[in-house]
């Protein structure tokens, strides 16, 4: 028999997250390379994560959910992984990434800064290393934030994809970040992003003035029942709304800030005259 390394499940949380793979596929009998093979996973991944080795990724821990059969139970991968990850973040957020790595449909409005979603790796480092100079958070912290943005990303790749619709005020592609070269990598991203068959991108120009329908950031996600729900930020916390009296004012406003907003191919052509000024 193939001596195994002893886990201490009690030693971290990542390391009970291992412990907790390892007993599950114990459970059924599988190695790791079936394990893998069944999440789409080489077997030398599956050890690293259950002896502490490589941290997991959301991605990682939904697929095993979908081949353990906890999808819709309450005692997840994909939970402990974001209980894992939430002393870095913003409270009232990881339960918004839980709903958003489901959703069928994302509506996302932001000012000043490009969103999550859309961020390259440079541009969110910038954004988190200009936080760590201001002494909010430590290094360790924003690593983290950015390595949690990483996840967040890769859960938008599913085999149906959701429609991710994206309207940013025109400072988001005005307000440099990170430097030139940065700054023109983010830019050519969202041309990009605007390109995906499951997309959709718009900016409300500066013209509109007073009448930009939002005035910070919105978010809104609409699930494969066809419920809607929306989340906005404070400094200090999160806010995640299910209710449709609050809810639905909300999508009407976001299609009334559609409508006054460039088309998606104007938006590409502001970003790329744009785009010239950084190069």
């Known amino acids: 028999?193939?001596?195994?390394?002893?886990?201490?499940?009690?030693?971290?949380?990542?390391a009970a997250f291992g412990a907790r793979l390892r007993?599950?596929?114990?459970?059924?009998g599988w190695k790791q390379d079936d394990l893998g093979a069944r999440m789409g996973y080489s077997g030398r991944h599956i050890s690293a994560i259950e002896t502490g080795r490589?941290?997991?990724?959301?991605?990682?821990?939904?697929?095993a959910?979908?081949?353990?059969?906890?999808?819709?139970?309450?005692?997840?991968?994909?939970?402990?992984?974001r209980k894992m990850r939430n002393g870095a973040l913003l409270e009232g957020f990881p339960e918004y990434v839980g709903h958003e790595a489901r959703?069928?449909?994302?509506?996302?409005?932001?000012?000043?800064?490009?969103?999550?979603?859309?961020?390259?790796?440079?541009?969110?480092?910038a954004i988190e290393q200009s936080v760590v100079t201001y002494g909010a958070i430590p290094p360790d912290q924003a690593r983290e934030r950015v390595a949690f943005l990483a996840d967040r990303q890769a859960a938008m790749?599913?085999?149906?994809?959701?429609?991710?619709?994206?309207?940013?005020?025109?400072?988001?592609?005005r307000r440099v970040v990170g430097g030139p070269s940065v700054?023109?990598?983010?830019?050519?991203?969202?041309?990009d992003f605007a390109a995906q068959g499951n997309t959709v991108l718009q900016l409300a120009p500066y013209e509109l003035g007073e009448r930009r329908p939002f005035k910070r950031q919105v978010n809104l996600l609409t699930m494969a029942d066809r419920s809607v729900m929306s989340y906005v930020e404070s400094e200090t916390q999160g806010h995640l709304d299910r209710e449709p009296a609050s809810v639905l004012p909300l999508v009407r406003t976001y299609h009334?800030?559609?409508?006054?907003?460039?088309?998606?191919?104007?938006?590409?052509?502001?970003?790329?005259?744009?785009r010239k000024g950084t190069r």
């Open 23 to 28: 007993r599950s596929r114990d459970a059924r």
């Open 157 to 173: 790749i599913r085999p149906l994809p959701p429609v991710v619709i994206v309207v940013l005020d025109e400072s988001c592609i």
């Open 54 to 63: 490589k941290p997991p990724t959301l991605a990682l821990a939904m697929s």
């Open 1 to 14: 028999m193939v001596n195994r390394k002893k886990l201490n499940p009690d030693a971290s949380p990542q």
């Open 65 to 81: 959910d979908v081949v353990f059969g906890l999808e819709h139970t309450d005692d997840t991968f994909a939970d402990a992984w």
């Open 183 to 191: 700054m023109d990598a983010q830019l050519a991203n969202l041309v």
């Open 103 to 125: 959703a069928a449909e994302i509506r996302l409005f932001e000012v000043g800064a490009i969103p999550g979603l859309l961020q390259t790796p440079e541009y969110a480092a």
């Open 256 to 274: 009334q800030l559609q409508a006054v907003s460039l088309s998606q191919t104007a938006t590409v052509e502001m970003i790329n005259e744009v």
